[in-house]
Protein backbone atom coordinates (compact mmCIF):
# COMPACT_ATOMS: atom_id res chain seq x y z
CA UNK A 1 0.00 0.00 0.00
CA UNK A 2 2.78 2.02 0.24
CA UNK A 3 2.98 3.48 -3.10
CA UNK A 4 -0.95 3.81 -2.91
CA UNK A 5 -1.89 7.46 -4.20
CA UNK A 6 -3.52 9.24 -1.38
CA UNK A 7 -7.25 11.25 -1.75
CA UNK A 8 -6.49 13.62 0.63
CA UNK A 9 -10.41 14.70 1.18
CA UNK A 10 -11.72 18.36 2.91
CA UNK A 11 -15.21 19.74 3.06
CA UNK A 12 -14.71 21.74 0.02
CA UNK A 13 -11.61 20.47 -2.06
CA UNK A 14 -10.04 17.24 -2.45
CA UNK A 15 -6.25 16.64 -3.32
CA UNK A 16 -4.38 13.58 -5.46
CA UNK A 17 -0.93 12.89 -3.46
CA UNK A 18 1.71 11.15 -5.06
CA UNK A 19 2.69 10.59 -8.80
CA UNK A 20 0.23 10.28 -11.34
CA UNK A 21 1.39 9.51 -14.93
CA UNK A 22 0.49 12.28 -17.69
CA UNK A 23 -2.36 10.35 -19.27
CA UNK A 24 -4.21 9.38 -16.03
CA UNK A 25 -4.07 13.29 -15.22
CA UNK A 26 -5.74 13.45 -18.74
CA UNK A 27 -8.22 10.71 -18.21
CA UNK A 28 -9.28 12.56 -14.99
CA UNK A 29 -9.41 16.22 -16.67
CA UNK A 30 -11.62 14.73 -18.94
CA UNK A 31 -13.90 13.06 -17.11
CA UNK A 32 -13.85 16.03 -14.54
CA UNK A 33 -15.09 18.27 -17.48
CA UNK A 34 -18.16 19.79 -18.96
CA UNK A 35 -19.53 21.59 -21.78
CA UNK A 36 -21.89 24.12 -21.36
CA UNK A 37 -24.73 23.98 -23.92
CA UNK A 38 -24.55 26.24 -26.72
CA UNK A 39 -20.73 26.81 -26.04
CA UNK A 40 -20.46 25.95 -29.64
CA UNK A 41 -21.64 29.17 -30.23
CA UNK A 42 -18.31 30.58 -28.52
CA UNK A 43 -16.58 32.94 -30.55
CA UNK A 44 -13.17 31.38 -29.32
CA UNK A 45 -14.81 28.10 -29.83
CA UNK A 46 -15.73 28.86 -33.44
CA UNK A 47 -12.16 30.35 -34.39
CA UNK A 48 -10.60 27.22 -32.83
CA UNK A 49 -9.08 29.28 -29.39
CA UNK A 50 -10.98 26.51 -27.04
CA UNK A 51 -12.63 23.37 -26.82
CA UNK A 52 -15.11 25.03 -24.98
CA UNK A 53 -14.76 22.63 -21.96
CA UNK A 54 -14.48 24.31 -18.86
CA UNK A 55 -12.66 21.69 -16.10
CA UNK A 56 -13.35 21.08 -12.40
CA UNK A 57 -9.82 19.35 -12.08
CA UNK A 58 -6.43 20.96 -11.73
CA UNK A 59 -3.97 19.24 -13.45
CA UNK A 60 -1.05 21.41 -11.77
CA UNK A 61 -2.26 21.05 -8.55
CA UNK A 62 -4.22 18.02 -8.41
CA UNK A 63 -7.00 18.81 -6.81
CA UNK A 64 -11.02 19.35 -7.10
CA UNK A 65 -14.12 19.56 -5.59
CA UNK A 66 -14.82 16.96 -2.66
CA UNK A 67 -18.10 16.07 -4.34
CA UNK A 68 -16.44 14.71 -7.39
CA UNK A 69 -14.32 11.92 -5.50
CA UNK A 70 -16.47 9.28 -6.84
CA UNK A 71 -15.59 10.06 -10.47
CA UNK A 72 -12.40 10.35 -9.45
CA UNK A 73 -11.67 6.96 -7.82
CA UNK A 74 -14.14 5.45 -10.96
CA UNK A 75 -11.22 6.28 -13.43
CA UNK A 76 -8.16 5.44 -11.21
CA UNK A 77 -10.13 2.13 -11.07
CA UNK A 78 -10.64 1.74 -14.42
CA UNK A 79 -6.71 2.18 -14.92
CA UNK A 80 -5.74 0.21 -12.13
CA UNK A 81 -4.05 2.66 -10.13
CA UNK A 82 -4.45 1.74 -6.11
CA UNK A 83 -5.55 4.42 -4.34
CA UNK A 84 -6.90 4.89 -0.71
CA UNK A 85 -8.25 7.67 1.21
CA UNK A 86 -6.56 10.22 3.99
CA UNK A 87 -10.13 11.85 5.29
CA UNK A 88 -9.26 15.37 6.87
CA UNK A 89 -12.84 16.48 7.66
CA UNK A 90 -13.83 16.20 11.38
CA UNK A 91 -17.96 15.20 11.39
CA UNK A 92 -19.40 17.88 13.51
CA UNK A 93 -19.65 16.88 17.62
CA UNK A 94 -23.90 17.50 18.45
CA UNK A 95 -24.10 20.50 20.65
CA UNK A 96 -27.77 21.10 20.33
CA UNK A 97 -30.87 19.08 22.11
CA UNK A 98 -33.34 19.47 19.77
CA UNK A 99 -36.54 17.26 19.17
CA UNK A 100 -38.62 16.36 16.01
CA UNK A 101 -41.82 16.85 16.67
CA UNK A 102 -44.31 16.67 13.35
CA UNK A 103 -47.29 18.43 13.08
CA UNK A 104 -50.58 15.99 14.07
CA UNK A 105 -51.60 14.22 12.09
CA UNK A 106 -48.70 14.27 9.59
CA UNK A 107 -46.06 11.42 9.77
CA UNK A 108 -42.54 10.98 8.12
CA UNK A 109 -43.56 8.45 4.73
CA UNK A 110 -41.38 5.23 4.28
CA UNK A 111 -38.78 7.24 1.37
CA UNK A 112 -38.54 10.45 3.55
CA UNK A 113 -37.51 8.32 6.29
CA UNK A 114 -35.08 6.47 4.31
CA UNK A 115 -33.65 9.59 2.27
CA UNK A 116 -33.20 11.56 6.21
CA UNK A 117 -31.43 8.09 7.19
CA UNK A 118 -29.43 7.96 4.01
CA UNK A 119 -28.14 11.56 4.41
CA UNK A 120 -27.10 11.37 8.20
CA UNK A 121 -25.01 8.39 7.75
CA UNK A 122 -23.14 9.80 4.43
CA UNK A 123 -23.27 13.27 5.36
CA UNK A 124 -23.70 14.97 1.89
CA UNK A 125 -25.26 14.05 -1.25
CA UNK A 126 -28.13 14.88 -4.07
CA UNK A 127 -31.63 14.05 -3.29
CA UNK A 128 -34.41 13.91 -5.77
CA UNK A 129 -37.48 14.28 -4.59
CA UNK A 130 -40.75 15.21 -6.61
CA UNK A 131 -43.03 18.35 -6.50
CA UNK A 132 -45.44 17.79 -3.31
CA UNK A 133 -43.32 14.67 -1.22
CA UNK A 134 -42.34 17.00 1.54
CA UNK A 135 -38.54 17.53 0.23
CA UNK A 136 -39.03 20.79 2.94
CA UNK A 137 -40.17 18.28 6.25
CA UNK A 138 -37.72 15.70 5.21
CA UNK A 139 -34.51 18.03 4.99
CA UNK A 140 -36.20 19.81 8.32
CA UNK A 141 -35.83 16.00 9.82
CA UNK A 142 -32.02 15.84 9.06
CA UNK A 143 -31.68 19.05 10.21
CA UNK A 144 -32.96 18.28 13.54
CA UNK A 145 -31.85 15.03 14.34
CA UNK A 146 -28.09 15.88 13.01
CA UNK A 147 -28.10 18.40 16.03
CA UNK A 148 -25.14 20.44 14.89
CA UNK A 149 -24.69 24.20 14.58
CA UNK A 150 -24.24 26.95 12.71
CA UNK A 151 -26.87 25.71 9.45
CA UNK A 152 -28.10 27.32 6.58
CA UNK A 153 -30.64 26.52 4.59
CA UNK A 154 -30.05 28.54 1.11
CA UNK A 155 -33.22 29.32 -1.17
CA UNK A 156 -33.50 31.31 -4.40
CA UNK A 157 -36.17 33.07 -3.93
CA UNK A 158 -37.79 35.71 -1.48
CA UNK A 159 -41.56 33.66 -1.27
CA UNK A 160 -39.47 30.77 0.03
CA UNK A 161 -37.56 32.94 2.45
CA UNK A 162 -40.27 33.01 5.03
CA UNK A 163 -42.85 30.06 3.60
CA UNK A 164 -39.15 27.76 4.71
CA UNK A 165 -38.35 29.50 7.86
CA UNK A 166 -42.36 28.55 9.11
CA UNK A 167 -41.43 25.09 7.77
CA UNK A 168 -38.36 24.53 10.09
CA UNK A 169 -39.94 25.52 13.08
CA UNK A 170 -42.94 23.70 12.86
CA UNK A 171 -40.91 20.60 12.97
CA UNK A 172 -37.86 21.29 15.25
CA UNK A 173 -37.93 21.76 19.04
CA UNK A 174 -36.50 23.03 22.02
CA UNK A 175 -36.39 20.65 25.30
CA UNK A 176 -39.06 22.09 26.59
CA UNK A 177 -41.24 22.11 23.34
CA UNK A 178 -41.35 25.17 21.81
CA UNK A 179 -40.26 25.55 18.30
CA UNK A 180 -37.06 26.48 17.66
CA UNK A 181 -36.50 29.92 16.68
CA UNK A 182 -34.67 30.25 12.73
CA UNK A 183 -33.12 33.36 11.82
CA UNK A 184 -33.70 34.92 7.99
CA UNK A 185 -31.10 36.94 6.41
CA UNK A 186 -32.58 38.32 2.99
CA UNK A 187 -34.20 41.07 1.68
CA UNK A 188 -33.77 43.55 4.44
CA UNK A 189 -33.20 41.35 7.28
CA UNK A 190 -30.21 40.02 9.60
CA UNK A 191 -31.72 37.55 12.10
CA UNK A 192 -28.81 35.12 12.87
CA UNK A 193 -29.85 32.17 14.86
CA UNK A 194 -28.21 28.25 14.92
CA UNK A 195 -30.86 27.36 12.07
CA UNK A 196 -30.84 30.35 9.53
CA UNK A 197 -32.41 30.74 5.76
CA UNK A 198 -31.03 32.59 3.66
CA UNK A 199 -31.10 33.92 -0.26
CA UNK A 200 -28.54 33.30 -2.37
CA UNK A 201 -28.42 36.50 -3.77
CA UNK A 202 -27.97 38.11 0.16
CA UNK A 203 -24.58 35.41 0.15
CA UNK A 204 -22.91 36.85 -3.11
CA UNK A 205 -23.43 40.42 -1.89
CA UNK A 206 -21.23 39.36 1.06
CA UNK A 207 -18.28 39.13 -1.58
CA UNK A 208 -19.45 42.23 -3.31
CA UNK A 209 -20.41 40.23 -5.88
CA UNK A 210 -23.47 39.94 -8.41
CA UNK A 211 -24.88 37.80 -11.26
CA UNK A 212 -24.56 39.48 -15.04
CA UNK A 213 -27.35 37.76 -16.50
CA UNK A 214 -25.88 38.76 -19.63
CA UNK A 215 -22.44 36.52 -19.53
CA UNK A 216 -23.88 34.04 -17.22
CA UNK A 217 -21.85 34.38 -14.57
CA UNK A 218 -20.65 36.06 -11.02
CA UNK A 219 -18.24 39.03 -11.01
CA UNK A 220 -17.39 41.87 -8.75
CA UNK A 221 -19.56 44.53 -8.12
CA UNK A 222 -17.87 47.97 -10.03
CA UNK A 223 -17.35 50.69 -8.22
CA UNK A 224 -20.50 52.70 -9.79
CA UNK A 225 -22.36 49.29 -8.66
CA UNK A 226 -21.87 49.65 -5.05
CA UNK A 227 -22.41 53.15 -4.51
CA UNK A 228 -25.78 52.81 -5.96
CA UNK A 229 -26.13 49.75 -4.05
CA UNK A 230 -25.56 51.89 -0.86
CA UNK A 231 -27.99 54.82 -1.76
CA UNK A 232 -30.96 53.75 -3.10
CA UNK A 233 -33.36 51.62 -1.92
CA UNK A 234 -34.31 48.14 -3.86
CA UNK A 235 -37.83 47.24 -4.99
CA UNK A 236 -39.77 44.07 -3.06
CA UNK A 237 -38.45 40.82 -5.93
CA UNK A 238 -38.95 37.56 -5.35
CA UNK A 239 -36.33 36.70 -7.67
CA UNK A 240 -32.90 36.38 -6.85
CA UNK A 241 -31.47 37.09 -10.09
CA UNK A 242 -33.03 40.73 -9.93
CA UNK A 243 -32.81 42.75 -7.32
CA UNK A 244 -34.16 42.47 -3.38
CA UNK A 245 -33.34 44.53 -0.56
CA UNK A 246 -29.58 44.38 -0.26
CA UNK A 247 -28.81 47.52 1.83
CA UNK A 248 -29.07 45.50 4.54
CA UNK A 249 -25.62 43.61 3.82
CA UNK A 250 -23.31 46.41 4.19
CA UNK A 251 -23.21 46.76 8.10
CA UNK A 252 -23.44 42.94 8.70
CA UNK A 253 -21.27 41.87 6.40
CA UNK A 254 -18.82 40.90 9.05
CA UNK A 255 -21.48 38.41 10.84
CA UNK A 256 -23.02 36.68 7.46
CA UNK A 257 -19.52 36.33 6.22
CA UNK A 258 -18.65 34.61 9.63
CA UNK A 259 -22.09 32.28 9.31
CA UNK A 260 -21.51 31.29 5.86
CA UNK A 261 -17.55 30.43 6.27
CA UNK A 262 -18.84 28.77 9.33
CA UNK A 263 -21.73 26.68 8.99
CA UNK A 264 -21.32 23.23 9.67
CA UNK A 265 -24.48 22.25 7.89
CA UNK A 266 -25.66 23.36 4.32
CA UNK A 267 -28.88 22.72 2.53
CA UNK A 268 -29.89 24.00 -1.02
CA UNK A 269 -33.37 23.87 -1.48
CA UNK A 270 -34.56 23.66 -5.29
CA UNK A 271 -31.08 21.93 -6.32
CA UNK A 272 -31.22 22.82 -9.71
CA UNK A 273 -30.23 26.10 -9.40
CA UNK A 274 -26.81 24.77 -7.58
CA UNK A 275 -24.76 24.73 -10.64
CA UNK A 276 -25.42 28.33 -11.54
CA UNK A 277 -22.49 31.05 -10.92
CA UNK A 278 -24.63 31.99 -7.66
CA UNK A 279 -24.63 29.13 -6.14
CA UNK A 280 -20.89 27.71 -6.82
CA UNK A 281 -19.40 31.27 -5.34
CA UNK A 282 -21.11 30.38 -2.27
CA UNK A 283 -20.93 27.28 -1.73
CA UNK A 284 -17.12 27.47 -2.32
CA UNK A 285 -16.79 29.93 0.77
CA UNK A 286 -18.37 27.45 2.57
CA UNK A 287 -15.68 25.43 3.68
CA UNK A 288 -16.41 24.18 7.37
CA UNK A 289 -19.40 22.74 5.97
CA UNK A 290 -19.34 18.63 6.49
CA UNK A 291 -22.91 17.81 5.90
CA UNK A 292 -24.11 19.06 2.72
CA UNK A 293 -27.12 18.59 1.25
CA UNK A 294 -28.94 19.28 -1.85
CA UNK A 295 -33.04 19.10 -2.48
CA UNK A 296 -34.85 18.74 -5.79
CA UNK A 297 -37.87 17.62 -7.52
CA UNK A 298 -35.67 18.58 -10.68
CA UNK A 299 -32.10 17.09 -9.39
CA UNK A 300 -30.34 17.78 -13.07
CA UNK A 301 -29.81 20.93 -15.51
CA UNK A 302 -30.22 21.49 -19.13
CA UNK A 303 -27.09 23.29 -19.85
CA UNK A 304 -24.73 21.04 -19.51
CA UNK A 305 -23.37 21.88 -15.54
CA UNK A 306 -24.90 19.37 -13.90
CA UNK A 307 -21.58 18.13 -12.85
CA UNK A 308 -21.53 20.93 -10.69
CA UNK A 309 -24.26 19.85 -8.66
CA UNK A 310 -22.38 16.61 -7.60
CA UNK A 311 -19.13 19.14 -6.93
CA UNK A 312 -20.65 20.86 -4.39
CA UNK A 313 -22.93 18.11 -2.76
CA UNK A 314 -21.57 14.58 -3.93
CA UNK A 315 -23.31 11.79 -5.35
CA UNK A 316 -27.12 11.36 -5.64
CA UNK A 317 -28.50 9.82 -2.65
CA UNK A 318 -32.34 9.18 -3.67
CA UNK A 319 -34.24 9.85 -6.87
CA UNK A 320 -37.78 9.04 -6.64
CA UNK A 321 -40.20 9.75 -9.59
CA UNK A 322 -44.26 11.03 -9.46
CA UNK A 323 -45.31 7.76 -10.96
CA UNK A 324 -43.83 5.96 -7.60
CA UNK A 325 -45.48 8.64 -5.70
CA UNK A 326 -48.70 8.54 -7.32
CA UNK A 327 -49.22 4.62 -7.18
CA UNK A 328 -48.55 5.33 -3.40
CA UNK A 329 -51.14 7.48 -2.80
CA UNK A 330 -49.03 10.40 -1.79
CA UNK A 331 -49.54 12.59 -5.40
CA UNK A 332 -52.81 12.52 -7.40
CA UNK A 333 -52.39 11.53 -10.85
CA UNK A 334 -52.34 14.22 -13.32
CA UNK A 335 -55.03 14.56 -16.87
CA UNK A 336 -52.30 16.14 -19.24
CA UNK A 337 -54.27 17.86 -22.23
CA UNK A 338 -52.28 18.80 -25.43
CA UNK A 339 -54.68 21.24 -27.35
CA UNK A 340 -53.68 21.36 -30.96
CA UNK A 341 -53.85 25.21 -32.03
CA UNK A 342 -54.11 26.34 -35.40
CA UNK A 343 -50.77 27.67 -37.42
CA UNK A 344 -50.42 31.62 -37.10
CA UNK A 345 -49.90 32.88 -41.48
CA UNK A 346 -46.59 33.79 -42.07
CA UNK A 347 -43.06 32.32 -41.13
CA UNK A 348 -41.38 33.14 -38.28
CA UNK A 349 -37.07 33.13 -38.69
CA UNK A 350 -36.55 32.50 -34.58
CA UNK A 351 -37.90 31.11 -31.68
CA UNK A 352 -38.47 34.83 -30.08
CA UNK A 353 -40.53 36.31 -33.67
CA UNK A 354 -42.94 32.66 -33.64
CA UNK A 355 -43.02 33.12 -29.60
CA UNK A 356 -44.42 36.80 -30.08
CA UNK A 357 -46.31 36.36 -32.85
CA UNK A 358 -47.98 32.49 -32.53
CA UNK A 359 -48.18 32.66 -28.40
CA UNK A 360 -48.48 36.39 -26.61
CA UNK A 361 -50.04 38.00 -29.36
CA UNK A 362 -52.35 35.71 -31.19
CA UNK A 363 -55.05 36.24 -30.56
CA UNK A 364 -57.01 33.47 -31.60
CA UNK A 365 -54.73 31.09 -29.14
CA UNK A 366 -55.50 33.48 -25.87
CA UNK A 367 -59.51 33.32 -26.99
CA UNK A 368 -58.66 29.59 -26.95
CA UNK A 369 -57.05 29.68 -23.31
CA UNK A 370 -59.84 32.15 -22.36
CA UNK A 371 -63.26 29.84 -23.30
CA UNK A 372 -60.82 27.02 -21.81
CA UNK A 373 -60.09 28.72 -18.67
CA UNK A 374 -63.98 29.67 -18.42
CA UNK A 375 -65.13 26.14 -18.85
CA UNK A 376 -62.84 24.80 -16.17
CA UNK A 377 -63.66 27.37 -13.40
CA UNK A 378 -65.94 24.61 -11.52
CA UNK A 379 -62.93 22.11 -11.30
CA UNK A 380 -61.37 23.91 -8.39
CA UNK A 381 -58.58 26.86 -8.01
CA UNK A 382 -56.69 27.34 -11.15
CA UNK A 383 -53.82 29.05 -12.22
CA UNK A 384 -52.24 30.12 -15.72
CA UNK A 385 -48.35 30.42 -16.15
CA UNK A 386 -47.02 33.00 -18.96
CA UNK A 387 -43.58 34.12 -19.30
CA UNK A 388 -44.07 37.56 -19.95
CA UNK A 389 -45.99 39.75 -18.48
CA UNK A 390 -47.78 41.36 -21.19
CA UNK A 391 -49.06 37.78 -21.98
CA UNK A 392 -50.49 37.82 -18.39
CA UNK A 393 -52.14 41.04 -18.74
CA UNK A 394 -54.03 40.01 -22.01
CA UNK A 395 -55.17 37.07 -20.25
CA UNK A 396 -56.64 39.35 -17.33
CA UNK A 397 -58.38 41.17 -19.52
CA UNK A 398 -60.41 37.82 -21.59
CA UNK A 399 -60.91 36.13 -18.53
CA UNK A 400 -63.37 37.42 -16.13
CA UNK A 401 -63.07 36.94 -12.31
CA UNK A 402 -59.02 37.02 -12.79
CA UNK A 403 -55.78 38.29 -11.82
CA UNK A 404 -52.64 38.42 -12.90
CA UNK A 405 -49.13 38.62 -10.89
CA UNK A 406 -45.29 39.22 -11.87
CA UNK A 407 -42.41 39.48 -9.71
CA UNK A 408 -42.75 43.22 -10.00
CA UNK A 409 -45.69 43.16 -7.56
CA UNK A 410 -44.72 42.97 -3.81
CA UNK A 411 -44.36 40.36 -1.81
CA UNK A 412 -47.85 40.89 0.43
CA UNK A 413 -49.73 41.45 -3.14
CA UNK A 414 -48.66 38.09 -4.51
CA UNK A 415 -48.99 36.38 -1.26
CA UNK A 416 -52.45 37.56 -0.99
CA UNK A 417 -53.20 36.41 -4.73
CA UNK A 418 -52.21 33.07 -3.85
CA UNK A 419 -54.43 32.38 -1.22
CA UNK A 420 -57.16 34.24 -2.62
CA UNK A 421 -56.88 31.56 -5.44
CA UNK A 422 -56.39 28.45 -3.07
CA UNK A 423 -59.31 29.60 -1.31
CA UNK A 424 -61.76 29.76 -4.06
CA UNK A 425 -62.13 33.31 -3.63
CA UNK A 426 -60.69 33.90 -7.10
CA UNK A 427 -61.13 31.79 -9.83
CA UNK A 428 -58.50 32.32 -11.67
CA UNK A 429 -55.17 33.31 -11.03
CA UNK A 430 -52.52 34.27 -13.82
CA UNK A 431 -48.95 34.26 -13.07
CA UNK A 432 -45.28 34.84 -14.52
CA UNK A 433 -42.84 32.04 -13.45
CA UNK A 434 -42.58 32.86 -9.75
CA UNK A 435 -44.90 29.75 -8.83
CA UNK A 436 -42.17 27.58 -10.63
CA UNK A 437 -40.54 26.55 -6.86
CA UNK A 438 -41.41 25.86 -3.85
CA UNK A 439 -44.59 27.31 -3.49
CA UNK A 440 -47.23 25.27 -1.26
CA UNK A 441 -50.05 25.13 -3.54
CA UNK A 442 -52.01 21.90 -1.98
CA UNK A 443 -55.74 22.63 -3.17
CA UNK A 444 -54.09 23.43 -6.99
CA UNK A 445 -56.55 21.72 -9.41
CA UNK A 446 -56.11 23.26 -12.72
CA UNK A 447 -52.78 23.95 -14.47
CA UNK A 448 -52.33 26.30 -17.88
CA UNK A 449 -49.17 25.96 -19.25
CA UNK A 450 -49.86 28.90 -21.60
CA UNK A 451 -46.38 28.48 -22.91
CA UNK A 452 -44.64 25.56 -21.85
CA UNK A 453 -41.55 25.67 -23.49
CA UNK A 454 -38.35 23.03 -23.69
CA UNK A 455 -37.47 22.90 -21.00
CA UNK A 456 -37.36 19.71 -18.44
CA UNK A 457 -37.09 21.55 -15.12
CA UNK A 458 -39.93 23.97 -15.87
CA UNK A 459 -42.21 21.09 -17.09
CA UNK A 460 -41.98 19.11 -14.40
CA UNK A 461 -41.57 22.06 -11.34
CA UNK A 462 -44.96 23.46 -12.94
CA UNK A 463 -46.86 19.93 -13.59
CA UNK A 464 -45.72 19.35 -10.09
CA UNK A 465 -47.24 22.22 -8.32
CA UNK A 466 -50.94 20.24 -9.37
CA UNK A 467 -50.14 17.33 -7.93
CA UNK A 468 -50.47 17.53 -3.74
CA UNK A 469 -52.83 15.77 -2.20
CA UNK A 470 -55.84 16.87 -0.40
CA UNK A 471 -59.39 16.44 0.87
CA UNK A 472 -62.03 16.15 -2.34
CA UNK A 473 -58.82 16.42 -4.84
CA UNK A 474 -58.32 13.07 -6.70
CA UNK A 475 -57.04 13.81 -9.76
CA UNK A 476 -55.19 17.23 -11.41
CA UNK A 477 -56.07 18.76 -14.96
CA UNK A 478 -53.30 20.30 -16.56
CA UNK A 479 -53.39 21.99 -20.25
CA UNK A 480 -51.01 22.08 -22.37
CA UNK A 481 -50.93 23.60 -25.82
CA UNK A 482 -49.75 21.66 -29.11
CA UNK A 483 -48.53 25.31 -31.53
CA UNK A 484 -47.57 23.92 -34.96
CA UNK A 485 -45.28 26.67 -36.36
CA UNK A 486 -41.89 26.25 -36.87
CA UNK A 487 -39.35 26.50 -34.10
CA UNK A 488 -42.24 25.54 -31.60
CA UNK A 489 -43.53 22.70 -32.83
CA UNK A 490 -40.61 20.93 -32.04
CA UNK A 491 -41.04 22.01 -28.11
CA UNK A 492 -44.37 20.11 -28.42
CA UNK A 493 -42.07 16.95 -28.96
CA UNK A 494 -39.52 17.22 -26.56
CA UNK A 495 -42.38 17.81 -23.98
CA UNK A 496 -44.20 15.40 -25.00
CA UNK A 497 -40.90 12.69 -24.70
CA UNK A 498 -40.35 13.77 -21.45
CA UNK A 499 -43.81 13.47 -19.86
CA UNK A 500 -44.49 10.24 -21.89
CA UNK A 501 -40.95 8.75 -19.64
CA UNK A 502 -43.77 8.93 -16.63
CA UNK A 503 -45.95 5.44 -16.63
CA UNK A 504 -48.90 6.99 -14.43
CA UNK A 505 -49.24 10.69 -16.07
CA UNK A 506 -52.34 10.50 -18.43
CA UNK A 507 -51.50 11.98 -22.07
CA UNK A 508 -54.35 13.26 -24.05
CA UNK A 509 -54.14 14.74 -27.66
CA UNK A 510 -57.39 16.78 -28.72
CA UNK A 511 -58.44 19.28 -30.78
CA UNK A 512 -59.96 22.43 -29.47
CA UNK A 513 -63.08 21.32 -31.46
CA UNK A 514 -62.78 18.10 -29.39
CA UNK A 515 -62.83 19.60 -26.07
CA UNK A 516 -65.86 21.88 -26.92
CA UNK A 517 -68.27 18.46 -27.22
CA UNK A 518 -66.43 16.86 -24.75
CA UNK A 519 -67.76 20.19 -22.62
CA UNK A 520 -71.11 19.86 -24.10
Known amino acids: MANNLIIKIENATSTIIGRVPDEILDAIDERLSYKRKGVEYSPKV ?10 CFSKWYKTFPTGLCSLVTEVLSQHHIPWEYEDLRKRPHRNMDWKVILPHPISLFDFQRETADICEDVGRGICSLPTGSGKTMTFSVIIGELRVTPVIVYVPSLLLLDQTKA ?20 NGVCDIRDINVMTVQTAITVYDKKYDR ?4 VRNLTRDEKVKRNKNKRRNLEDPDADEDLDFVRPNRPAIKKLIEGAQLVVADEAHRVSSAMYQEVLNNSKSAYYRFAFSATAYREDGTEILIQASFGRKLMDITCSELIRKGILVRPYIFS ?17 KKCIVESHQRNLLIASLAEGLKTEGPMLLLVTEKRHGRVLEKLISDSKFIHAGDSKSVKEQAISDMLSGKLPVLIATPIADEGLDLVQLKTLFLCDAGRSVTRLYQRIGRSLRICPNKEYSIVIDFRDTNDNLSD ?5 KRVLMNEEEFILIEVSAGRWKQMED
Not at 46 to 55: A, I, L, P
Not at 339 to 353: H, K, L, M
Not at 491 to 495: C, F, K, N, P, Q
Open 339 to 355: INVPPEPGTFESYQQAK
Open 167 to 186: ALERVIRNPGGSPVEVGVIG
Open 214 to 217: NKGC
Open 491 to 495: HVVDR
Open 46 to 55: VEGEWDGRNH
